[in-house]
């Protein structure tokens, strides 16, 4: 293929990228997204803040520009995120306890429903575990009202969107050897023999100087593949936007019979939420970077 969501396609996967509903009156950026990709996550439009900035009062409007655009054009779409300790909205930020239980709940029940049927996946669950090397959950005000907040979003999720795809979703997972991996890797395995309902887990893959790309990565996506899950790469992006790194992520996901598909977290660089590093497969001006080569070469 000449795009990047055709040769995905012709390996049975999708490549994605995060939209923003503002940047959609942005002809250079219409312009590549509607070419280049054909799965979107709304970069911002369908988390806690965004869909219930009051409690009990939904606002779907610039999520749904961005269900829109899409289904209208053949992508498909990956939810992201019903149930996260940030960007929550301040009315959620103050709740604790049981009430802050059955909220939870009810935004993870009420958002699932209204795009059921439109939403291939969903980040249900983002961000539970702490870094470093403790391997715990971490403290969150959802982490405090119980250590099964997390099962329990999944199968409100599952009521809601028997059809959709239910991912676990977090970053700082990729390298094999690290606490925080096995620990998201030990809670799947234990979902999976309990019969909670998990598809699929995200890895981020935020790749910087920090948290580097790891030639274990592909033993990570293959070992949760093994788990009986799909494997998706929901938020790539990595500083200097090295084109070798860039073929190794795509050419591990695509040794992986599992993993789904490829999801950058932007188009240009100035789209990026870390711009500064230049991160993406598209300079500021919407030219093709040599990133962008690699990729369309590995698929
Ligand atoms: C980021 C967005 O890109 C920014 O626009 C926003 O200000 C903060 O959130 N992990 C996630 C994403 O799961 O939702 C985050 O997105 C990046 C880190």
Known sequence: GTTLGASA??????FGTAVAASRLSDGNYTTILN?????????????????????????????????NHARSRGMSVRGHTLAWHSQQPPWMESMSGSALRSAMLNHVTQVATHFRGQVVAWDVVNEAFEDGTSGARRNSNLQRTGNDWIEAAFRAARAADPGAKLCYNDYNTDNWTHAKTQAVYNMVRDFKSRGVPIDCVGFQSHFNNDSPYVSNYRTTLSSFAALGVDVQVTELDIQGAPAATYRSVVEDCLAVARCNGVTVWGIRDSDSWRASQTPLLFNSSGQKKAAYDAVLAAL
């Open 9 to 14: 396609a012709e390996k049975g996967r999708y």
């Open 35 to 67: 070419r280049e990709f054909n799965s979107v996550t709304p970069e911002n439009e369908m988390k806690i803040d965004a869909t219930e900035p009051q409690q009990g009062r939904f606002s779907y409007g610039a999520a749904e520009q961005i269900v």
